[in-house]
């Protein structure tokens, strides 16, 4: 017999399939891992963009939603990051929305959550589920898919940079 909660699982897997192989071919994701709670109520996709920072992609079940975002396991980029929108003038959720609109998306504000675990750091911006049923909407994987980017194109930079901590061999003249 199949259950409501075993449904939503379905759901879930069949929504991070779609990210992860969506964002496969594109070398700047890095390789999807997957991370889920034990008891299945959360699960997660994780891109490596470099450095010690992620992308993530989560379907919540407890929260009915989807959260996209910038993760780091080192405080220190997380600061670096506060201290260029300082000096920018930008509040947090503006340079969120540049790069969502520079990703395509209409979301020139969007509300962007911050956290902060023992080990993790990071940004999040999260889309309401009316059901899960919906994580097989056309319309919830394209919004995923280039909040997704628009991370990547706010973020990105801060993974990559010589200056980011676990990136002391980049070189900039490096071309591959």
């Known amino acids: 017999m199949i ?17 992860e192989d969506s964002a496969s071919p594109d070398d700047r994701y890095g390789t999807a891992t997957r991370r889920n709670s034990d008891d299945g109520a959360v699960a997660s ?3 490596h963009i470099g450095g010690p920072c992620w992308l993530e992609v989560t379907a919540d079940s407890n929260k009915k939603q989807v959260r996209v975002g910038f993760i780091a396991d080192d405080r220190e980029v ?24 520079e990703a395509g998306l209409r979301w020139s504000e969007p509300m962007v ?4 675990t023992s080990d993790r750091f990071g940004f999040t ?25 628009g991370f990547l194109i706010a973020f990105g930079p801060a ?12 070189d900039e003249d490096d071309d591959d």
């Open 45 to 47: 996709s994780h891109f």
């Open 125 to 149: 911006t999260s889309i309401a589920l009316e059901e899960f049923s919906d994580l097989e909407s056309d319309n919830l994987r394209d919004k995923t898919l280039r909040m997704l980017e």
């Open 78 to 101: 997380i600061s670096g990051i506060d201290e260029l929108l300082s000096e920018s003038g930008q509040s947090l959720s503006q340079f969120v929305g540049a790069g969502f609109e």
């Open 113 to 116: 959550d911050r956290f902060e």
């Open 159 to 170: 993974a990559v940079s010589d200056e980011a901590p676990g990136n002391d061999d980049w």
């Open 3 to 19: 259950t409501d909660s075993d449904r939503d699982r379905e759901f879930v897997e069949g929504f991070l399939e779609f990210v």
